[in-house]
Structures are given as C-alpha cells and as structure tokens.
C-alpha cells in the first residue's frame, strides 16, 4: 500500500505520528513537494505532520533558518 506507518519517537518529543524524511517523500500528501521535503527535512529525524507542514508553510514565506 501506499500509506505511510508513523514511527515512535519525533525530533521534539511531541506525541503524535511522526514519520521518517524517506517516508513523508513518498507519501501521497506532499507528492507535489518532493523537493521540498528533501531539501528540508533531516536524514535519520522523524517530524509530525503538522512539523512538515509548518516547515514548508516557512519555507514558501521566505523564513527558512
């Protein structure tokens, strides 16, 4: 299937689902933002849904770190 399996641990501590940069490329929700996802995110990391979202909300606002 192409679903994505959340993970246990995220980058902060927050709780909820949090998923691998490997998995969040391949998922279907942010097909249109491969490059971004891989530009952003961190090898061997996990980041909630909402971390992703936020990230590439920044991103497209210009205030990237």
Not at 28 to 35: C, G, H, I, L, T
């Amino acid at each position: 299937t192409g679903g994505i399996k959340p993970m246990a641990k995220t980058n902060t501590g927050a709780v909820g689902a949090a998923y691998s940069k490997e998995q969040l490329s391949r998922s279907q929700k942010y097909a249109n933002s491969k490059d971004l996802i891989s530009a952003l995110l961190n090898d061997g990391e996990t980041y909630t849904l909402e971390q992703v979202d936020k990230l590439i909300a920044d991103y497209k606002k210009g205030k990237v770190r």
